[in-house]
């Protein structure tokens, strides 16, 4: 049903299939986890260094959410542990591929929010302080770290992240990677050489994204509504959330026809996720913003709203961008005061009223 295709989209998004059809070289075993097409520069660039024995400690991948970064960060430790790398890519058959394979490299940590929680825990970096000052597994190897999404730690958990940043112990690579990278600490930053991730090429993503889903007429849509970000609209898919946000978008025409008021359309939400909520609305002003700026085309049930103005549409996205780091870092808000002020203010930027409260 819809929730079990939900769940698959979610897996799909943070360990995608079929990656290794992407890989930078188009070699190695199709078990380990390798790159997207459309992350050659960054993967050539990171080769480089490498080769020229220049390779940072600290790395902080940045771009949106849903292009593969998470699949990246892990085909790159997985070939600074290889043993027997073949252009920078892991072998996938000495044994230190074989104990990443199962699962059981001593190596290697990743620290991500624990189940069913939104942020990392200072008790999570405290442990990966013991972690890294311990000796490699194997002699003349890396302790090798991957921390996502670094925006999901919080003031005390970054502080806490610094001193390994600083001196790092041995041979250590800490690996961050974020989907807005200005919501990080300036301290965190300036510690990690930075490699920013764009969106993919529309023809590239297209291509992959339609050889995910077998060729279905909505790959088109489907890349659209993601704004242009493949994996995100394979998660879109998988969770049937087009229909979702396509519905959410007749409601919301429903307040300006005066159909309903917006604590109405507030109540009728209170099923759904915030996070959820925010990934439409984002995708929704990113789209106004680009249709104002830039004259590029816009859905038909977002027309109602080209008459703001410019800088009201920045700011409601920026308040989002905010909201969407605030539940991050794990803040416990009432979801329907937040879907209230989220209508409220947009309803007043729409109509040129003072903004409500704040979160």
Same mark, same amino acid.
């Given at each position: ?11 799909? =998004? ?27 520069? *960054?993967? *050539?660039?990171? =080769? ?25 960060? @892990? ?5 600074? #542990? ?18 990443y394979q199962s699962g059981s490299h001593p190596d290697i940590r990743e620290l ?6 939104? *942020? ?27 921390? %996502? ?15 390994? /940043? ?7 690579? #800490?690996? &961050?990677?974020? %989907?807005?990278?200005?919501? $990080? ?8 050489? *930075? &490699? ?19 060729? !279905?007429?909505? =790959?088109?849509?489907?890349? @659209? ?37 917006? &604590? ?33 085309? /816009?859905?038909? @049930?977002?027309?109602?709203? !080209?008459?703001?103005?410019?800088? +009201? ?6 308040? +989002?961008?905010? &909201?969407?780091?605030? $539940?991050?870092?794990? =803040?416990? /808000? ?26």
């Open positions: 049903g819809a929730g079990g295709r939900a769940r698959a989209g979610r897996r799909a =998004a943070a360990d995608p299939p079929g990656a290794a059809r992407g890989s930078p070289g188009g070699g190695g075993m199709s078990s380990m986890p390798l790159s997207y097409p459309w992350q050659m520069p *960054q993967w *050539q660039q990171l =080769a480089g260094l490498h080769e020229g024995q220049r390779f940072p400690h600290a790395l902080l991948l940045g771009g949106p959410s849903g292009i593969g970064k998470l699949q990246f960060g @892990r085909a790159l430790l997985c070939s600074l #542990l290889c043993e027997h790398p073949k252009n920078f890519l892991a072998c996938g058959e000495c044994h230190s591929c074989q104990l991500c929010p624990e189940e069913g929680k939104r *942020q990392i825990g200072v008790d999570q970096v405290r442990a990966l302080q013991q972690f890294t000052s311990q000796s490699a597994y194997r002699e003349g190897g890396r302790k090798l770290v991957l921390i %996502h999404p670094a925006e999901a730690m919080n003031p005390y958990t970054a502080n806490a992240l610094l001193k390994t /940043l600083e001196e790092p112990a041995g041979d250590t690579v #800490l690996v &961050l990677l974020s %989907h807005s990278p200005s919501q $990080l600490l300036a301290t965190i930053r300036s510690r990690c050489v *930075q &490699l920013t991730f764009p969106l993919p090429e529309h023809n590239s993503a297209l291509k992959w994204l339609q050889n995910q889903l077998g060729q !279905t007429e909505d =790959a088109e849509a489907l890349l @659209r509504e993601s704004g242009g970000r493949p994996l995100a609209a394979q998660q879109l898919y998988e969770s049937d959330g087009l229909s979702q946000w396509r519905g959410q978008d007749a409601a919301l025409a429903e307040v300006v026809e005066g159909k309903k008021t917006v &604590l109405q359309l507030a109540d009728s939400w209170q099923d759904r996720e915030v996070p959820d909520v925010l990934e439409w609305w984002l995708n929704r002003l990113a789209a106004l913003i680009k249709h104002l700026s830039a004259g590029q085309p /816009l859905d038909a @049930r977002w027309q109602a709203y !080209t008459s703001m103005a410019l800088p +009201a549409v920045y700011l409601q996205y920026e308040q +989002a961008l905010n &909201l969407r780091a605030t $539940l991050l870092r794990g =803040a416990a /808000l009432n979801k329907r005061l937040v879907l209230e002020k989220l209508l409220l203010d947009w309803f007043d930027a729409f109509y040129g009223r003072a903004p409500s409260r704040a979160y």
